[in-house]
C-alpha cells in the first residue's frame, strides 16, 4: 500500500507530529476511517507506545521512519499498550514486538475476546446461534465469518499479550497514567487518563470528528452495551480532562461538549428503534427498516449490531418485550 516514507519529511506531511512529549503517528488502514494514531513517548523505562495501526507494509514504513526521526531504535521501546483489541489498535502489536521485545498490554476483557473471537475458533455455534437470533440467514453469518477472516492478516503476527488490569498505573512522556474502562465499542475498551496532566487517551470511545459503533456484537458478552456505555461517559465526566489524544483525528480540548453530542446520540437513536417498532419485528429487519441496509458486511454487521444495543437497551427499560419463534428473536412495544 504506497511508496516508501523518506525519513525526515514525516513532520513536513503531517505523518508524525509532537503533542507536549508525546509523538502522534498517523497510520493508514483499508477501513471507511482511512487512518488512525498511535502513540510514541519516553517513560520511566525506555520508551513506551499506545495503539500501534494494521500491519501493512506502509504503515511499517512509517514506523521505521518516525522512529529514525525521534532518534530512538525499536529496541528502546519497552511497553506496549492498547486501548483495545480491534485490528486498527493491535494490529501491528506483534510486529513491533518481534522487532523491540517489547511487552504488549491488552484490557483483560478484550484479551478475553481476542483470545476467543481472533486466535481461536473465531464463528463456533455459540455466534451462530446469535447471528440467527437476530435475523440473520445462513449466507450473512457465512459472509461475516469469511470477512473477519480475511482481514486476519492485518493483526498478524499474534503477539504475547499481557493482561492488563482497571486502576493500572503506568508512566509516559514524564507523567503517570491510569487506566480507566470505558466499555461498549468493546467490552474491554480502556482509556488512559493522566493523573496530574489531565490528558487522555481516549481510543475509540472519544473521537472529534465522529462517533464509532457502540457494540462489538456478536464479539461481546455485554447484556447492555448502551447502559455501560453512558455511565462510563458519565464517570469520565467527573475528572478533570483537559486534552483528549483519540484513536482517530485530531486531538480535542472540549470533552465535555463531546460526552454530550455522543448521549444525545445515542439517545435520538434509542428513540428512534423505539419508535419504528410498530409490529413484531427481528432485529435484523427492524435495522434495515430504521437505518438502510449496506453492501458491506462489516457494515451490515454494525447497523444490526447498534440495534441490538438500542432493543436491549429498551427491554431493560421494560419499554419493549422480546420473544423467541423459531430460533429467531422478535421484539414488540409494550403497550
Request: charged share 20%.
Amino acid at each position: 500500500m504506497g511508496g516508501s516514507v523518506v525519513p525526515g519529511e514525516l513532520f513536513h506531511k503531517g505523518i508524525l507530529y509532537q503533542q507536549g512529549e508525546v509523538y502522534v503517528l498517523r497510520n493508514t488502514m483499508p477501513f471507511p476511517l482511512r487512518e488512525n494514531n498511535a502513540f510514541i513517548a519516553e517513560s520511566d523505562k525506555g520508551w513506551a507506545v499506545i495503539d500501534t495501526g494494521v500491519n501493512t507494509r506502509e504503515n511499517q514504513q512509517r514506523w521505521t521512519a518516525a522512529l529514525k526521526e525521534i532518534g530512538i531504535s525499536y529496541r528502546h521501546i519497552q511497553k506496549i499498550y492498547v486501548t483495545h483489541y480491534h485490528h486498527d489498535h493491535l494490529g501491528l502489536a506483534g510486529w513491533l514486538q518481534e522487532k523491540s521485545q517489547a511487552q504488549v498490554f491488552l484490557p483483560q476483557p478484550d484479551l478475553h475476546t481476542f483470545q476467543t473471537f481472533i486466535n481461536g475458533d473465531q464463528y463456533g455455534s455459540a455466534i451462530r446461534n446469535q447471528c440467527f437470533q437476530a435475523g440473520w440467514n445462513q449466507v450473512l453469518t457465512e459472509t461475516l465469518a469469511e470477512d473477519v477472516n480475511s482481514i486476519d492478516i492485518l493483526i498478524q503476527p499474534y503477539p504475547f499479550l499481557t493482561a492488563l488490569s482497571p486502576d493500572t498505573s503506568f508512566n509516559l512522556g514524564g507523567d503517570l497514567y491510569t487506566t480507566y474502562p470505558v466499555p461498549g465499542h468493546s467490552d474491554g475498551h480502556y482509556v488512559f487518563v493522566g493523573v496530574d496532566n489531565g490528558w487522555l487517551f481516549g481510543g475509540d470511545n472519544l473521537i472529534k470528528h465522529t462517533i464509532l459503533h457502540l457494540t462489538d456484537w456478536p464479539h461481546t458478552r455485554l447484556v447492555n452495551p448502551l447502559a455501560d456505555h453512558l455511565a462510563a461517559l458519565d464517570d469520565l465526566r467527573k475528572l478533570d480532562i483537559s486534552l483528549v489524544l483519540p484513536g482517530h483525528g485530531m486531538c480535542f480540548s472540549n470533552i465535555l461538549d463531546r460526552i454530550d453530542v455522543i448521549q444525545q446520540h445515542h439517545e435520538k437513536r434509542k428513540n428512534q428503534v423505539l419508535q419504528g417498532l410498530i409490529d413484531s419485528s427481528s432485529a435484523w429487519d427492524l435495522a434495515v427498516q430504521l437505518f438502510r441496509d449496506n453492501p458491506y458486511i462489516h457494515i451490515k454487521r454494525l447497523i444490526l449490531a447498534e440495534t441490538l444495543a438500542y432493543l436491549n437497551a429498551l427491554v431493560g427499560q421494560q419499554q419493549i418485550a422480546v420473544e423467541e419463534r423459531a430460533g429467531v428473536n422478535y421484539y414488540r412495544r409494550v403497550l
